[in-house]
């Protein structure tokens, strides 16, 4: 089964850092374009960043220079780096694979509230 | 990247069909054949119902269907079931550096 499992959400500290992991089953991260998504509570979704099979990574304006997408071939997870959190990445985020520019399957998210 | 246009809102009666826009620009909607379109449901994770502009995945209702015409997208939805009651997302490729933009998304009611 094709599934995605996002962790490492929490409460921060605006300025602070958070590090989120995806684990992937059932197909191989590395093979494929994946992707970050984000929904503010009570928002509509927002896409963050991708890392494509090649390696080459993408981010969105709100989050450039501030976060890092990266992933790990042998656990096959996707992570997402977030740095000088600002209380507007206050979210749900959500991981994906990308298929000809659709995101299917998503992860269930993981919350990320930043605020002191 | 401004978001894609749809309504906040649309609302249509069991058995009955609505439709819900998408509109965005010649530098996204209008230049690819690559809109999607989700399915969110309260406290759940986006479910992909519409992939290229009107291909639907395995296992998706064929009551949902997409189009597209000049720089608006739409979803269709036939014979509204109770359980089609939750928000619509379409999103477009956007070219290589912003990559793809979202609609601010549509809450569906079913009467």
């Known amino acids: 089964e094709v599934q995605l499992v996002e962790s490492g959400g929490g409460l921060v500290q605006p300025g602070g850092s958070l590090r989120l992991s995806c684990a992937a089953s059932?197909?191989?991260?590395?093979?494929?374009?994946m992707s970050w998504v984000r929904q503010a509570p009570g928002k509509g979704l927002e896409w963050v960043s991708v890392i494509y099979s090649g390696g080459s990574t993408y981010y969105a304006d709100s989050v450039k220079g501030r976060f890092t997408i990266s992933r790990d071939n042998s656990k096959n997870t996707l992570y997402l780096q977030m740095n000088s959190l600002r209380a507007e990445d206050t979210a749900v985020y959500y991981c994906a694979r990308e298929t000809n520019i659709a995101f299917d399957p998503w992860g269930q998210g993981t919350l990320v509230t930043v605020s002191s | 990247q401004s978001a894609l246009t749809q309504p906040a809102s649309v609302s249509g009666s069991p058995g009955q069909s609505i439709t819900i826009s998408c509109t965005g620009t010649?530098?996204?909607?209008?230049?690819?054949?690559?809109v999607s379109w989700y399915q969110q449901h309260p406290g759940k994770a986006p479910k992909l119902m519409i992939y290229?502009?009107?291909k639907r995945p395995s296992g998706v209702s064929n009551r949902f269907s997409g189009s597209k015409s000049g720089n608006t997208a739409s979803l269709t939805i036939s014979g509204l079931q109770a359980e089609d009651e939750a928000d619509y997302y379409c999103c477009s490729y956007a070219g290589s550096s912003t990559h793809v933009v979202f609609g601010g998304g549509t809450k569906l009611t079913v009467l």
């Open positions: 010649s530098s996204d909607v209008g230049s690819y054949n690559l």
């Open positions: 059932g197909f191989t991260v590395s093979s494929n374009y």
């Open positions: 290229e502009v009107s």
